[in-house]
């Protein structure tokens, strides 16, 4: 072998062996799969769900890891990691070389996850995966929240006409059931919910109005979701106050039907067959002010009952008594602070107006009827004043016979009406034996001064001396009354009127 052919052999055996040496110190860097040892069982996952083919699932998506080759389980479980932007759990379990995650609760939609099996999962025949297995996904479609794009009433808005709705409009359709459920309001405003055709708003109408001057909050929570499901991000909440109107209505004037002049507190002269009116500043709220009005008879704190109407504005208050005030009797007419404008504003002042009826104004029949003198005629005797009261009055007749017949005049400060004589007196005898029946005969009229009818004739027959007798006239509103004048009705007297008397010779 020449000089040639010795470097020749040596040159060979240094590449080879520098070459020897360059394969062992890379082989640590070469993929498993590409070594000999080995490589047909080392573990991988073949097929998973979520993968990287579905990057957006449903929320109730089926979470599995399908490997190669059967798995050491224990391993292959803590190498599992399902991570995401909200919680998640479940529990395991193996369907061969398929290692299930059974979800306890669907995925929260709009939010992304991480599915990781780690490199620690090791196969039976104890070889590691070579590289961590991920997967990314979305449940839904999207991760950003729905939002609330306007909102009426605005947030802070004040001045809201009571019968307003309230309306919500969205960045994307919604699911109306979880909306409705998510909405409130405060004060409680029971209502009803109506939709846009897409799902995107929804007016909400409350099915009485608004409470005058309430501070209103309607909230959404994050219960309202869209329609994959995904929750607004933050609760939603508006502040508004109801009200158009805060001027305090008041009373203009209080008039007495058929007076120019309005009625001043402390005034005589009412008629006792008035109606009043009650003037106000603007538009009232019908039940609210007739609640607050009232009219009460001072000396017993009665109520006088009647009937309320309202002028077609509704700023005037009509109330009419159910009968005629009682005469010369004063009275209080009260409109309560509760008086309140469509508005709900309340009155500025509550009203009191004290007046008493009585005929110093003119009226006829304003006054008590009363009893002038009784006294007994005969027309041949002067006649005989009877006192009015307990005292017994003493009646001179001529002695023609054991009884007698007897003329009693009333004269009265009004003209009377006739048919309410007929049965409203009455004679009884109260003391003595001596014979008589004392039996009505007939009743007439006559007049005197510048009254007609104002003289009421009583005649009884078959009276016996020295008896005492009680004559009563009967009073109250349903006995003796006088004549009406124009609008007015008869008045009538106070009380019974009663008197006593003897007959003699």
């Known amino acids: 072998m020449n000089l040639y052919g010795l470097r020749v052999i040596l040159s060979a055996a240094l590449l080879a062996s520098w070459g020897l040496t360059m394969f062992c110190s890379k082989a640590a860097d070469i993929p498993g799969l590409l070594l000999t040892s080995g490589a047909a069982v080392r573990p991988r996952?073949?097929?998973?769900?979520?993968?990287?083919?579905?990057?957006?699932?449903?929320?109730?998506?089926?979470?599995?890891?399908?490997?190669?080759?059967?798995?050491?389980?224990?391993?292959?479980?803590?190498?599992?990691?399902?991570?995401?932007?909200?919680?998640?759990?479940?529990?395991?379990?193996?369907e061969g070389k398929r290692l299930n995650y059974i979800l306890n609760q669907n995925l929260t939609p709009g939010n992304s996850f991480l599915l990781q099996i780690s490199s620690t999962a090791k196969s039976k025949d104890g070889y590691t995966m070579d590289v961590d297995y991920l997967v990314h996904f979305v449940v839904g479609s999207r991760v950003d929240a729905p939002a609330v794009l306007a909102a009426t009433p605005g947030d802070g808005q004040q001045n809201v006409d009571p019968s307003s709705v309230i309306r919500l409009v969205f960045s994307r359709s919604m699911d109306r059931a979880s909306v409705e459920n998510a909405f409130q309001i405060s004060p409680s405003a029971p209502g009803d919910f109506t939709w846009d055709t897409d799902s995107r708003g929804f007016t909400?109408?409350?099915?009485?109005?608004?409470?005058?001057?309430?501070?209103?909050?309607?909230?959404?929570?994050?219960?309202?979701?869209?329609?994959?499901?995904?929750?607004?991000?933050?609760?939603?909440?508006?502040?508004?106050?109801?009200?158009?109107?805060?001027?305090?209505?008041?009373?203009?004037?209080?008039?007495?039907?058929?007076?120019?002049?309005?009625?001043?507190?402390?005034?005589?002269?009412?008629?006792?067959?008035?109606?009043?009116?009650?003037?106000?500043?603007?538009?009232?709220?019908?039940?609210?002010?007739?609640?607050?009005?009232?009219?009460?008879?001072?000396?017993?704190g009665s109520t006088v009952t009647g009937a309320i109407n309202f002028t077609p504005s509704f700023a005037s208050l009509l109330f009419d008594p159910a009968a005629a005030l009682?005469?010369?009797?004063?009275?209080?007419?009260?409109?309560?602070?509760?008086?309140?404008?469509?508005?709900?504003?309340?009155?500025?002042?509550?009203?009191?107006?004290?007046?008493?009826?009585?005929n110093s104004a003119g009226a006829v029949n304003s006054d008590y009827l009363a009893v002038g003198r009784i006294e007994e005629i005969d027309g041949v005797n002067p006649p005989d004043l009877i006192a009015i009261g307990s005292d017994v009055s003493i009646v001179t007749v001529n002695p023609l016979f054991s009884t007698t017949n007897v003329r009693i005049a009333v004269v009265l400060n009004h003209s009377l009406s006739r048919g309410s004589a007929m049965e409203n007196f009455s004679l009884t005898?109260?003391?003595?034996?001596?014979?008589?029946?004392s039996s009505r005969q007939g009743i007439s009229f006559g007049s005197e001064g510048s009254l007609v009818d104002n003289v009421l004739y009583l005649d009884f027959a078959d009276l016996g001396y020295n008896n005492v007798y009680r004559l009563i006239l009967f009073g109250g509103r349903n006995a003796l009354k006088s004549k009406s004048s124009g609008s007015e009705t008869g008045t009538w007297m106070s009380g019974d009127t009663t008197v006593y008397f003897s007959i003699q010779p």
């Open 429 to 437: 005898k109260v003391l003595g034996t001596n014979v008589g029946s």
């Open 326 to 358: 009682e005469p010369d009797c004063a009275y209080r007419l009260t409109v309560s602070a509760s008086a309140g404008d469509i508005a709900g504003n309340t009155l500025q002042n509550p009203l009191t107006l004290d007046f008493t009826v009585n």
């Open 45 to 94: 996952v073949s097929l998973s769900s979520p993968s990287e083919l579905t990057p957006t699932v449903p929320a109730d998506v089926p979470i599995f890891a399908e490997f190669n080759v059967f798995m050491e389980e224990e391993s292959a479980r803590r190498a599992f990691i399902l991570t995401g932007t909200s919680p998640s759990t479940g529990t395991f379990s193996w």
């Open 204 to 300: 909400y109408t409350p099915r009485s109005p608004l409470s005058f001057a309430a501070l209103y909050t309607a909230v959404l929570s994050t219960g309202a979701k869209d329609m994959e499901g995904i929750s607004i991000s933050d609760s939603f909440r508006m502040t508004f106050q109801a009200g158009i109107d805060f001027t305090r209505p008041f009373v203009t004037a209080v008039y007495e039907s058929g007076s120019a002049a309005a009625l001043t507190d402390g005034q005589t002269g009412i008629y006792k067959d008035s109606s009043f009116i009650v003037n106000f500043s603007e538009q009232m709220q019908y039940s609210r002010t007739e609640n607050s009005f009232s009219l009460v008879k001072l000396l017993d």
